[in-house]
């Protein structure tokens, strides 16, 4: 069944029939969250024409919601509108991006074929996003998208990094070959693969170690993005680079809210002025608070080693033991020595033969060497059952080899982890990286992240989290902090609360959808535990951000989250930009908007083309080549076209900045 979602509130319909089909719209073909808030994103942010392609029936990742795919969209456009015609009647309106674009179209089907694609429109549009949770379906998708039309652009969701890789370079090739002689700068746009658990699994990870620091890479520096809570009267706080945003008034208030977009006045302010910073009092900030070299990428580490110590070959008691019969061993080679003329060597000799019981009886031998000879028999009747339990345990642990490990004794200070798929997978990666101790907690043992915590030795509980006794085999009384990254709200929300009724104190960040259900969460546990961290994140809403920027033929640094908003780093070329070009960076600057942070001094032939990417070290393992970005600014320093700059945007400075030409690439 195809179809229109009927116009929403204050919004122009779809066009006449009769009409000739609009050009240059974008597509977006999903099955879950993600692809409903990136159709938001589009159509709200960048005020893009967006057709909506969604599977019939309920959203396979909530079956107890009572909506089905469609109904989740339009409720969800009907509140992003209404958010917007309240902004436009407070006096925003002369900004709004969406005056005169039609409603989202959505349209249903249960495959992206031939047939759906091109009703979609895939011949006219200028850009096209699959975002199935499946990637065999996505690459189907995209291999029939590229045939139907080999100037489109396309952005690919896939969790296979080395598979998108080599997609990413095929049809990139497709699109050359279809058009020859394209600017090289189009066909780098004109594939991007992206996954939705790489971008969000950074920030995840640095919300359950500190709570407070956020990093974003470019060109092998590191952006340190950090929290600080509101100085104390009399107390001056280092104000770092820059101010990147001011909290919400609300953020030390038990009873206050995790600001989002739709928190008015009291929520975080993005990229505020100086004046607005020096007035603000009470509230936090996140700085700029340092630049760092990135080191090398490097694998995750494995808990426990690299190779198989002692320690996880033979248990404690069992290497007790051993111990104990070397040291009655050694006395008894002492006893002989002082007791017979002996050399050290024979009496050695002597003993081990007597432990061994392969010695001739001592009948003749002086009292000494036969007591001694008495006790080392004893001694050997311990060696026996110590070596039939050694090669137990070392058959026992070839067998268990391959087996999850289970939490130590010990363990303490560590994250617990709740859910292995997709983004529990990237984030348990993340987490191994920093070399941050982890407990896994997952329920289906066949979870695509259960072959990766075996072979990185990560300590992993099997088990319902809901259930009684699962937290506490997770040693959840001394961790330090809890991940609730499984895909179902209600749970995340219950292993939170029962987490913190054993832990009062304990840092907790859950990944949530709905931003009314967060707010709602974040206040209650707030109002409960003033004195413990929580954080609530939604992947998609981490994510739409970037895959809209790759579908406008952009691509960002990093995502940073400032509550429930999210604050975007990008690289731009000043050239086509009225609000940069031929103005100081003092003048460039725009509150609330965006912000130059630095500025690319390389030479335009020799630029990284991508400045997420870290530059390859030289292969004699010597210093990495410096890097061609200019950090301390002077505020007059004059924009100008040949430029790159590195900027800090809101979603919607960004859009104003990526503000596209209605045309698609020029046929051939």
Same mark, same amino acid.
């Given at each position: 069944m195809l179809g229109f979602v009927p116009p929403l509130p204050q919004q122009p319909g779809r066009p006449q029939p009769g009409r000739p089909p609009a050009t240059g719209h974008m597509i977006v073909c999903g099955d879950d969250a993600l692809a409903r808030r990136l159709a938001v994103e589009l159509r709200f942010v960048y005020g893009e024409r967006v057709t909506l392609l969604l599977p019939p029936g309920r959203d396979a990742n909530s079956p107890e919601t009572p909506l089905t795919q469609r109904g989740r969209a339009a409720a969800l456009f009907g509140r992003m509108s209404a958010a917007m015609n309240r902004t436009a009647a407070a006096g925003n309106g002369g900004n709004d991006t969406n005056a005169g674009v039609e409603a989202v179209r959505i349209m249903e089907a249960p495959e992206p074929s031939d047939d759906v694609l091109e009703e979609a429109g895939v011949d006219r549009a200028?850009?096209?996003?699959? #975002?199935? @949770? @499946?990637?065999?379906?996505?690459?189907?998708?995209?291999?029939?998208?590229?045939? +139907?039309? /080999?100037? +489109?652009? &396309? #952005?690919?969701? +896939? %969790?296979?990094?080395?598979?998108?890789q080599h997609l990413e370079e095929l049809l990139d090739q497709a699109a050359a070959v279809a058009m020859p002689g394209i600017d090289p700068a189009l066909l780098d746009a004109s594939t991007t693969v992206l996954s939705d658990a790489d971008t969000a699994a950074p920030a995840l990870a640095a919300t359950a170690l500190t709570g407070s620091s956020k990093i974003i890479q470019a060109e092998g520096l590191l952006l340190r993005a950090a929290e600080r809570p509101p100085p104390r009267p009399g107390e001056t706080l280092d104000p770092g680079l820059c101010t990147l945003a001011l909290l919400s008034s609300t953020t030390n208030d038990p009873a206050g809210a995790e600001g989002s977009d739709s928190s008015g006045d009291e929520g975080p302010e993005l990229l505020p002025s100086e004046e607005t910073v020096a007035a603000a009092e009470g509230r936090g900030t996140v700085v700029l608070e340092a630049i760092s070299r990135a080191a090398p990428d490097r694998p995750a580490t494995r808990m426990g080693g690299r190779g198989a110590p002692l320690s996880q070959v033979f248990s404690r008691r069992l290497r007790w033991s051993a111990l104990g019969v070397a040291l009655a061993a050694l006395s008894l080679v002492v006893a002989s020595l002082l007791t017979t003329e002996d050399t050290a060597v024979h009496s050695t000799y002597l003993t081990l033969l007597d432990l061994l019981g392969m010695n001739d009886p001592a009948e003749e031998a002086p009292a000494a060497r036969q007591i001694i000879q008495l006790l080392s028999g004893i001694a050997g009747l311990l060696l026996l059952p110590l070596l039939i339990a050694a090669v137990l345990e070392a058959f026992g642990t070839l067998r268990t080899a391959s087996s999850l490990r289970r939490p130590p004794r010990g363990l303490s200070g560590h994250v617990v982890l709740l859910g292995l798929g997709k983004i529990g997978t990237r984030v348990l990666v993340r987490l191994r990286e920093l070399d941050i101790p982890v407990v896994v907690v997952e329920e289906d043992p066949d979870a695509r992240g259960i072959p990766l915590a075996r072979s990185m030795h990560v300590p992993t509980v099997l088990g319902d989290v809901t259930q009684e006794g699962v937290l506490e085999a997770a040693k959840i009384r001394r961790a330090h902090a809890l991940l609730a990254l499984t895909s179902i709200d209600t749970t995340n929300l219950e292993a939170t609360l029962y987490a913190r009724s054993v832990k009062p104190d304990l840092r907790v960040a859950l990944r949530l959808y709905d931003d009314e259900f967060a707010t709602a969460v974040y206040r209650t546990l707030r109002t409960a535990h003033p004195q413990a961290l929580t954080r609530s994140r939604s992947v998609s809403h981490l994510a739409a951000p970037s895959f809209a920027v790759a579908m406008m033929g952009r691509q960002i640094l990093g995502a940073v989250p400032v509550e429930r908003k999210v604050m975007l780093f990008a690289a731009l070329e000043v050239a086509g930009h009225p609000q940069l070009e031929g103005r100081t960076v003092q003048q460039a600057f725009q509150a609330s908007s965006w912000r130059v942070l630095a500025i690319d001094a390389t030479p335009p032939a020799d630029r990284n083309p991508d &400045?997420?990417? &870290?530059?390859? %070290? *030289? /292969?004699?393992?010597?210093?990495? *080549? /410096?890097?061609?970005l200019v950090w301390d600014l002077d505020p007059e320093h004059v924009l100008r076209a040949q430029d790159r700059v590195v900027i800090a945007a809101t979603r919607r400075g960004l859009a104003e900045l990526l503000r596209r030409q209605r045309s698609v690439l020029p046929r051939q």
């Amino acid at each position: 069944m195809l179809g229109f979602v009927p116009p929403l509130p204050q919004q122009p319909g779809r066009p006449q029939p009769g009409r000739p089909p609009a050009t240059g719209h974008m597509i977006v073909c999903g099955d879950d969250a993600l692809a409903r808030r990136l159709a938001v994103e589009l159509r709200f942010v960048y005020g893009e024409r967006v057709t909506l392609l969604l599977p019939p029936g309920r959203d396979a990742n909530s079956p107890e919601t009572p909506l089905t795919q469609r109904g989740r969209a339009a409720a969800l456009f009907g509140r992003m509108s209404a958010a917007m015609n309240r902004t436009a009647a407070a006096g925003n309106g002369g900004n709004d991006t969406n005056a005169g674009v039609e409603a989202v179209r959505i349209m249903e089907a249960p495959e992206p074929s031939d047939d759906v694609l091109e009703e979609a429109g895939v011949d006219r549009a200028a850009a096209l996003a699959l #975002v199935y @949770d @499946d990637d065999e379906r996505n690459i189907r998708a995209a291999l029939t998208a590229r045939r +139907l039309n /080999p100037r +489109l652009r &396309l #952005v690919i969701r +896939l %969790y296979n990094r080395k598979l998108g890789q080599h997609l990413e370079e095929l049809l990139d090739q497709a699109a050359a070959v279809a058009m020859p002689g394209i600017d090289p700068a189009l066909l780098d746009a004109s594939t991007t693969v992206l996954s939705d658990a790489d971008t969000a699994a950074p920030a995840l990870a640095a919300t359950a170690l500190t709570g407070s620091s956020k990093i974003i890479q470019a060109e092998g520096l590191l952006l340190r993005a950090a929290e600080r809570p509101p100085p104390r009267p009399g107390e001056t706080l280092d104000p770092g680079l820059c101010t990147l945003a001011l909290l919400s008034s609300t953020t030390n208030d038990p009873a206050g809210a995790e600001g989002s977009d739709s928190s008015g006045d009291e929520g975080p302010e993005l990229l505020p002025s100086e004046e607005t910073v020096a007035a603000a009092e009470g509230r936090g900030t996140v700085v700029l608070e340092a630049i760092s070299r990135a080191a090398p990428d490097r694998p995750a580490t494995r808990m426990g080693g690299r190779g198989a110590p002692l320690s996880q070959v033979f248990s404690r008691r069992l290497r007790w033991s051993a111990l104990g019969v070397a040291l009655a061993a050694l006395s008894l080679v002492v006893a002989s020595l002082l007791t017979t003329e002996d050399t050290a060597v024979h009496s050695t000799y002597l003993t081990l033969l007597d432990l061994l019981g392969m010695n001739d009886p001592a009948e003749e031998a002086p009292a000494a060497r036969q007591i001694i000879q008495l006790l080392s028999g004893i001694a050997g009747l311990l060696l026996l059952p110590l070596l039939i339990a050694a090669v137990l345990e070392a058959f026992g642990t070839l067998r268990t080899a391959s087996s999850l490990r289970r939490p130590p004794r010990g363990l303490s200070g560590h994250v617990v982890l709740l859910g292995l798929g997709k983004i529990g997978t990237r984030v348990l990666v993340r987490l191994r990286e920093l070399d941050i101790p982890v407990v896994v907690v997952e329920e289906d043992p066949d979870a695509r992240g259960i072959p990766l915590a075996r072979s990185m030795h990560v300590p992993t509980v099997l088990g319902d989290v809901t259930q009684e006794g699962v937290l506490e085999a997770a040693k959840i009384r001394r961790a330090h902090a809890l991940l609730a990254l499984t895909s179902i709200d209600t749970t995340n929300l219950e292993a939170t609360l029962y987490a913190r009724s054993v832990k009062p104190d304990l840092r907790v960040a859950l990944r949530l959808y709905d931003d009314e259900f967060a707010t709602a969460v974040y206040r209650t546990l707030r109002t409960a535990h003033p004195q413990a961290l929580t954080r609530s994140r939604s992947v998609s809403h981490l994510a739409a951000p970037s895959f809209a920027v790759a579908m406008m033929g952009r691509q960002i640094l990093g995502a940073v989250p400032v509550e429930r908003k999210v604050m975007l780093f990008a690289a731009l070329e000043v050239a086509g930009h009225p609000q940069l070009e031929g103005r100081t960076v003092q003048q460039a600057f725009q509150a609330s908007s965006w912000r130059v942070l630095a500025i690319d001094a390389t030479p335009p032939a020799d630029r990284n083309p991508d &400045l997420a990417a &870290l530059p390859p %070290y *030289p /292969p004699d393992g010597g210093a990495q *080549p /410096p890097s061609g970005l200019v950090w301390d600014l002077d505020p007059e320093h004059v924009l100008r076209a040949q430029d790159r700059v590195v900027i800090a945007a809101t979603r919607r400075g960004l859009a104003e900045l990526l503000r596209r030409q209605r045309s698609v690439l020029p046929r051939q």
